[in-house]
């Protein structure tokens, strides 16, 4: 996804789930939590604007998951507000350099915004609530969370296949459209001219079965370290290579991917955790929900 685009939805994510109805108009609420309330025309264009802007393939929530989303992050900021967690102004504007840090210019930043409808001053305040829900979960719910070193070699033994490599092999190549000339090159090549200097406009690259033409393939498979192929004819015309190095298939060792699975584990532990510190804050507080 463009990384513009994925700000966008990003922020938009931030901006449904924390947002506060503001409406003075008398209609019906769909959900109280203490004494906030969430109304139908809140939750309907919430909605439709998540529907506009979930990514192709994602899926859709029901409007019923939606509006429980919303109350969990109302909850959350209740519990924020009593246990007196705050952030910084600087803190919000990091983020805010972050995000700007993405887009060509400042200009481009605020084209953005203003297409969304957004004000900066709202972002500064949606940035604020998303930090300080952050600060309640790293205080309540990240310390639950401890992963044990069994834990990470059992998920190893029983995952191993998310840890073979197959087969790579590294190759300079280079393309000639006329074969004349790729023959001149070759003469040259093989008379002991450096293959980096010989051919400049040639790259390097290390690729997996599968990946590379298969004529190609299999004479870099054939190829020894350091060997140069002949001239290889595919449809797209005459190709030089150069071994640079053939990996073998192999399955990574635990101590290798040790933090790739802890990260894991901690993601899928932190989630459950949090499911947990929900429900405890919901049975403690006067949640009524009329969807």
Known sequence: MNPNKFFLFSLFLILIFTSYSQAEIVERVV???????ITLSELGE?????KSALPEGERMPSKREL?????????????????RIKVSKGEIQENIERVKAGFLSEKAFE???????IKIEDLEKKY???????KLI????KPEVEVTKKEIRDYYEKNKGRFREEERVKIRHVLFKDYSQARKILEELKSGAPFEETVKEGYLGSFKRGQLDRRIEEVASSLKKGEISPIIKTEAGYH?????????????KLSEVKEIIRNILSSQK????LKEYLEKLKTKQEIEIRL
């Open 67 to 83: 509006l429980e989303r919303m109350i969990e992050n109302r909850l959350l900021l209740q519990e924020a507000t009593r246990k």
């Open 31 to 37: 959900a109280r939590i203490n004494d906030e309330i």
């Open 111 to 117: 084209l953005a915004l203003e297409r969304e409808g």
């Open 270 to 273: 932190m989630e459950e955790k």
């Open 128 to 134: 604020e609530e998303e930090l300080i829900i952050k």
């Open 138 to 141: 790293d205080k309540e719910v």
């Open 46 to 50: 919430t909605y439709q604007q998540l």
């Open 240 to 252: 030089i290579i150069k071994l640079e190095k053939k990996e073998k298939a192999r399955l990574r």
